[in-house]
Every structure is written in C-alpha cells, then in structure tokens.
C-alpha cells in the first residue's frame, strides 16, 4: 500500500471517531439539561396572591404596625388590598364600631402600589360587600349592637314616628292596635291585647307589598309580616329585612336579653306568591347582627359571640343561595 494511501485511511478513522464521540455526549448531555432548567422553573413559582378586604370606613394604612405611625392613606369599606403574607409578631386591643379587638396588624398593599400597615381586627380574608337593600332602622340596630340600648331604644322611637307620619294614608295607630288599609281598600285590623300583646308599626316594603309590625308577647317579642296584596299575617322570629330585588326577605334576631326568644336566622321566599320559610337555623354561641344584602342571592352578617357578654370578638357569616336553589350558611 502506498504511503499515501496509508495517510488517507488514517485521517478518516480520526475523524470518524472524533465527530462520533461527541454527538454521543451531546445526546446525553441534553435532556439532562432540560430537565434541570423544568424544575428551576416550577420551584421559582410565584406564591399565590392573597386578597383582603377593608370593613370599616376610613381605616388607616399606616407606614409601620402602630397607631402612632405615619398614615399613608385612608381605606374605604369593601376595597380590596394585596396580603403580603407579613403579620406583626404582637397583638394589639383596640376599639371599632363598637367591638373590642384582639388582633395582629398585617402587612398590605393596595391596588395604586401604596404598601403599609393595616390593624387585622379592621380587615376580612373574603369581600364584605356593600348593603344593597338597607333600611331606615339600621342605624339603629347598629347601636344595639354597640350595647348603646337606651339610644338605640330612642332610635327606633324616632324612626317609628317618621314612618307612621310617611305612611299615614295606610296606617293608623292607637292604643287599641294597627288599622292597615290594603290594596283592595279592605281594613286588616292587628289588635292589641292588654299586655300580652301590643303591637307596633315598623315600616312598609312597598315593593315586597308587605306590611312590618313589630309585637311584644309579655317577656317574648318577634315581628309580623301583613301581605298587602290578600291580608294574609306571617310571624317571624327576626326583624324582617327584604332582598334587594323584594323576593325573599332574612329576619334576624340576636336575642340581646337572653329572654329565650329565637336566636338565629330566618329566611323568607315568595313561593306562589305567597311567603314561605326557605330557611331556618339556630344559632346558641352567636348573636346575629348588621344584615348586608349585597345581592339578591347573598346576605352577610356579623356574627357575636354569646359568652363574651362586652362583645369583644365578632366575625362574619353569609347566608347563600346555591344553583339548585338550597341556601347554606357559611359561618
């Protein structure tokens, strides 16, 4: 063999070789680096963002966990703010609306890039939303649940008048009972019966056609529903607050003297346009309070703990509407 040929023969086992190897090495090498660069990326993941929600008006986010801090800006009831899964490693006491707090203050941040301080007894994990059926006596349950009993007491007095003055053309009241005058230009008379039962105008949810009348039962009380439409009387167990589209109507009743009247909630739906109970539930270790409609399918409430006669602790409780039609309380 010539040493040409030799020297050809050579050079082609060389590079036969030489791009064998590292074609092996780069096959292997590859997925090893694939996979590597899949679970940098899944352990990077981003935590998941935290949204609470503000239910006291005008509360403070403040520049560090303290009241004496700096305050950054003023919140509004319902907004919505960012958790920054930051909670002070102290509790704080302090007062709002009427219910002493226990709680941390927490770290957040709002929609407009403000990042501070809120106090926890002043925020929500899920949205309080806002009243979309109130009515003129809320104000005044608002200072019951303060325990301001005598003011609240003068509340509803002031309030009662009001309404029979604005209703006059369909209510008269006397000692001697209610004189209701219906739709058909019939009477319903509800009579008083010495101290066992004495009745008194609330208000009228003109567009549920209801008439709202408030009974006291010598230690008992509750409240009674008049259709305006066939005179019909229904007893609930809790002042009657109509949905804001006037088809079901929730009655709480707190019980605030522990007299052994219902404490609970109380659900009314139109069913053949006639008021059936939908819903009905004890509640022995809470009182109640504050009902928000925020939609015709959501009613949420503030809920007080029974044994802790100053009230301190509260949370809150919705009453919701499911596709099938069945209400569950969320508590």
Not at 18 to 47: G, H, M, R, W, Y
Not at 194 to 216: C, I, M, N, P, W
Not at 228 to 255: M, Q, V, W, Y
């Amino acid at each position: 063999m010539s040493k040409l040929s030799v020297n050809t023969l050579l050079i082609f086992i060389i590079l036969f070789f030489s791009c064998k190897n590292p074609f092996k090495e780069t096959a292997t090498d590859t997925p090893e680096e694939t996979i590597e660069t899949v679970e940098e990326k899944v352990d990077d993941k981003a935590p998941a963002v935290i949204e609470i929600y503000v239910w006291v008006d005008k509360l403070r986010l403040r520049s560090e966990a303290t009241t004496s801090s700096e305050t950054v800006t003023t919140l509004k009831e319902g907004q919505a703010l960012t958790f920054q899964n930051e909670r002070s490693d102290f509790t704080e006491k302090i007062n709002l609306r009427g219910t002493l707090f226990d709680e941390p203050w927490l770290k957040v941040s709002t929609a407009d890039g403000k990042e501070g301080w809120v106090y926890g007894g002043g925020v929500k994990f899920y949205k309080i939303g806002v009243d979309e059926s109130p009515t003129v006596y809320d104000d005044c349950f608002k200072l019951k649940r303060s325990r301001k009993m005598t003011q609240a007491k003068k509340c509803i007095d002031r309030t009662h008048f009001r309404e029979l003055k604005k209703e006059s053309s369909l209510v008269y009241e006397s000692s001697t009972g209610i004189n209701f005058r219906l739709l058909s230009g019939d009477q319903y008379i509800l009579s008083n019966v010495g101290r066992d039962s004495v009745y008194q105008f609330r208000y009228y949810l003109k567009e549920a056609a209801v008439f709202v009348a408030h009974g006291t039962y010598g230690t008992q009380e509750g409240y009674v529903l008049i259709d305006d439409k066939t005179g019909k009387l229904t007893r609930t167990k809790g002042f009657p607050k109509a949905s804001n589209d006037h088809e079901h109507i929730a009655c709480l009743n707190p019980d605030w003297g522990d007299k052994g009247n219902f404490r609970g909630i109380q659900l009314f739906s139109f069913v053949n346009n006639e008021l059936a109970v939908v819903f009905e539930e004890a509640l022995e270790e809470f009182r109640p309070v504050t009902p928000k409609w925020v939609d015709e399918n959501t009613l949420q409430f503030t809920l007080l703990e029974v044994a802790d006669k100053r009230n301190k602790k509260s949370r809150y409780g919705q009453l919701i509407k499911q596709e099938d039609g069945q209400w569950v309380l969320e508590l």
